[in-house]
């Protein structure tokens, strides 16, 4: 029997009952014969905020938390991301070395992480065996960037310096796997393009191609370490990249095209992040270098409502970036508290809100985001083609049990019939009436 839940801003996570039998093909999706790369699942962002968040309600509460968040039969977030060193949602802005002129880094420690990010991996880990953990930079060490600063600047690029800030990277993989933690992917840095206020460092494609060609790819290689080298996280279209002499690039392709083709560095690549404006790259990427994995690693955040037309939009993200080829989906912050206030001062919306106050929590809109699709898409899926009038509000997946899962949106103000349609099997074709404004999973059985 078909499954189905329903959410709309009202009621959520809602039986909707059992769908009729039966389908009409210009009133929904139907399957073409396609079928995309497997998919690894969802996850979100360890910060330190967030943890510091949950750590306030009673211990019942916080199990009921992690649970919810990880555990295989909830969100099942797998595919989960954590800075290396501060983001902008640490409590206050650190590296693993902040001693000038360590280049041997003798001084290098990841114990400022045991106070928060680490215990709250260890959170996730309790329910995920396989967890994926991809972590980047916001900005490197201090001293090791000009102007010498968390925020603003770029990597100092002579040869020692470079050197060092490779064997970073080995250290950070080296120290959390000494605390049963491994680290999957390492991309380079976050938000490639952002010269922000908060941890950054801008990188232009030259310095990202010696950086990977000539100094990272060789270290980790002859460190022996089994970790993948992402070029990530790219966040922005052609008016957001520029050359080493800050001249505006005329096309973005460019900039990733000036890394890609050359065969020496892409050898040490294992695949591509993308975030934010990072969406309207994905499909020539993932056209052009098909080889590459492509992952999602930062879901836009909103400015702090958690109102409902944002998880309307954080589902259609969701969509395209599955539709165009990432394996993975990150939410950013998974946990904050009321108004979800960063450090430096921009409100995000997250998938729980935590109040210290009255030590209490609620899911947000975009948590039954997620829900919607991780409940239905199972680590190891495959997105399957489709077409029709919900081409663009919906998506399709077979799990590796046989089932398929369709994920819908009916984004107009008033119900709308939905049908899935399978030219091979018309007993899992069915139609269905979507409520007005509602997110939709169905599960086809095998």
């Given at each position: ?59 019942a509460d916080q199990e009921q938390v992690y649970r ?21 949602f640490a409590s206050s802005w650190y590296s693993y ?36 953990l991809h972590c980047s930079p916001w900005s490197p ?306």
């Amino acid at each position: 029997m078909t499954t189905w839940v329903t959410s709309t801003d009202d009621a959520r996570w809602q039986d909707g009952g059992e769908p009729t039998p039966g389908a009409s093909a210009d009133r929904g999706l139907t399957l073409t014969g396609a079928r995309g790369r497997p998919i690894r699942g969802f996850g979100g962002t360890f910060n330190e905020l967030g943890y510091r968040a949950i750590s306030s309600l009673s211990e019942a509460d916080q199990e009921q938390v992690y649970r919810e968040l990880f555990h295989p039969d909830e969100l099942n977030l797998r595919v989960n991301r954590s800075a290396i060193g501060a983001n902008d949602f640490a409590s206050s802005w650190y590296s693993y070395d902040e001693v000038p002129g360590d280049l041997a880094l003798e001084h290098f420690s990841v114990e400022r992480d045991e106070e928060a990010v680490i215990p709250y991996i260890r959170q996730a880990q309790r329910y995920q065996d396989d967890m994926v953990l991809h972590c980047s930079p916001w900005s490197p060490p201090t001293w090791m960037k000009n102007p010498p600063a968390y925020n603003f600047g770029t990597l100092v690029m002579t040869p020692e310096n470079l050197d060092a800030y490779a064997r970073y990277f080995v250290r950070f993989v080296e120290e959390y796997a000494a605390r049963g933690i491994r680290v999957d992917q390492v991309h380079i840095q976050n938000e490639v393009f952002a010269d922000q206020k908060f941890p950054s460092c801008v990188w232009s494609s030259e310095q990202l191609r010696t950086f990977v060609r000539d100094h990272l790819g060789p270290v980790v290689e002859a460190s022996g370490l089994d970790v993948d080298i992402y070029l990530g996280t790219l966040n922005g279209p052609e008016d957001m990249a520029f050359t080493a002499a800050g001249q505006k690039l005329t096309n973005y392709a460019r900039f990733v095209d000036n890394i890609l083709f050359d065969d020496e560095a892409r050898r040490h690549l294992a695949g591509v992040g993308y975030q934010w404006a990072g969406q309207h790259a994905i499909a020539r990427t993932h056209e052009a270098w098909p080889e590459l994995d492509i992952m999602q690693t930062e879901s836009e955040c909103g400015f702090g409502d958690n109102a409902w037309q944002d998880a309307e939009y954080v589902f259609h993200l969701v969509r395209h970036y599955l539709q165009h080829g990432a394996t993975g989906y990150t939410y950013w912050n998974m946990a904050l508290e009321p108004g979800g206030l960063s450090t430096w001062g921009w409100p995000q919306n997250s998938l729980v809100t935590v109040d210290p106050a009255t030590r209490t929590f609620t899911r947000n809109p975009e948590y039954y985001v997620l829900k919607h699709y991780s409940a239905g898409v199972r680590p190891g899926a495959v997105r399957l083609g489709t077409t029709g009038r919900f081409a663009a509000q919906g998506s399709a997946y077979e799990n590796p049990d046989g089932s398929v899962a369709v994920v819908v949106q009916n984004a107009l103000d008033r119900a709308e019939q939905f049908s899935f349609t399978d030219p091979e099997d018309g007993s899992r074709s069915f139609t269905a009436t979507l409520a007005p404004r509602s997110l939709n999973t169905f599960v086809v059985p095998a």
